[in-house]
C-alpha cells in the first residue's frame, strides 16, 4: 500500500513570494491533516479535513494560508506571501475515520524562505 | 506553560541500552497517548499508542501511562544503532481528532 505523498520535498523561495505544497492521502482515507513543524518542535496541527470539508481550521493563519481539498482525495496548502517565519516543514497526514488515533504521515515539505 | 512538555535531549547511550523516553502534560481530559518516531527527513510514525493507564509491551518497547501523576513513558530495551530518531509524544482529547505533540527528544545509540 503506497503512503502518503507528497511534493515538492523541498522548496526554497524569497519572502513575498507564493507557494503551494501538495498532498496525496492513502486511498481510502477520508480525514486529511496538515501540519507545521517548526526545528526543534512537533507538529502543530493547521487544518483537518473530513472529506472535502474542512472541520478544524482554528489554526490557519488565514491572512496568508489557504486550503483546498477538492473531490476528497487530494489536498493543496498554499501560502501567499511567505514570511521568513514562514520556514518549517510542512506534514501531510491521512486516517481512515474522523476519530481514527492513527495518523499515517508523509515525508514533509521542507520550506526555506529567504 | 505547554499543555504537553517533553525533554529535547540530545540523549547519547550505547548499543543495549535501556532507554527511557518521558513526557509529562496538564491537560487531565487526554485520554489517548501516543508515540511516534522520527527519521531524520521522514515524517513520524507511530510506535505505540495507549488509552488507560498501565503498561503495554511491544517487542522491545514498552510504553506506561500514569494519569495520576500525569506523566507518560516509553522504555526501549536492548537499543539498537537503528533506534536512533527523534522520539514525539502526542496527546488526544477522546472526540476530538486533535494531536498534541511534544517538542520530541532526540536519540542517538551508539555501537
Known amino acids: 500500500e503506497a503512503g502518503v505523498v507528497q511534493s515538492p520535498r523541498y522548496k526554497i523561495i524569497e519572502k513575498k513570494q507564493p507557494v503551494a505544497f501538495w498532498c496525496n492521502p492513502i486511498s481510502g482515507h477520508n480525514t486529511l491533516y496538515w501540519y507545521r513543524q517548526n526545528l526543534g518542535q512537533g507538529p502543530e496541527l493547521l487544518i483537518r479535513y473530513e472529506n472535502e470539508e474542512a472541520v478544524d481550521d482554528s489554526q490557519l493563519p488565514k491572512d496568508r494560508f489557504s486550503a483546498e481539498r477538492l473531490k476528497g482525495v487530494d489536498s493543496t496548502l498554499k501560502i501567499q506571501p511567505a514570511e521568513l517565519g514562514d520556514s518549517a516543514v510542512y506534514l501531510c497526514?491521512?486516517?481512515?475515520?474522523?476519530?481514527?488515533?492513527?495518523?499515517?504521515f508523509g515525508p514533509g515539505t521542507r520550506l526555506t524562505v529567504t | 506553560q505547554k499543555e504537553v512538555e517533553q525533554d529535547p535531549g540530545p540523549l547519547s547511550v550505547p548499543e543495549g541500552a535501556i532507554v527511557s523516553l518521558n513526557c509529562t502534560y496538564s491537560n487531565s481530559a487526554f485520554q489517548y497517548f501516543m508515540w511516534y518516531r522520527q527519521y531524520s527527513r521522514k515524517g513520524p510514525e507511530l510506535l505505540m499508542y495507549?488509552?488507560?493507564?498501565g503498561n503495554k509491551e511491544d517487542g522491545r518497547f514498552t510504553a506506561q501511562v500514569d494519569k495520576s501523576s500525569k506523566y507518560i513513558s516509553l522504555f526501549i530495551r536492548d537499543s539498537q544503532p537503528s533506534d536512533s530518531a527523534t522520539y514525539l509524544c502526542?496527546?488526544?482529547?477522546?472526540?476530538?481528532?486533535?494531536?498534541?505533540f511534544g517538542t520530541g527528544t532526540r536519540l542517538q545509540v551508539f555501537p
Open positions: 497526514a491521512s486516517s481512515s475515520r474522523g476519530l481514527d488515533h492513527e495518523q499515517y
Open positions: 502526542a496527546m488526544m482529547i477522546y472526540n476530538t481528532d486533535k494531536l498534541i
Open positions: 495507549t488509552y488507560s493507564s
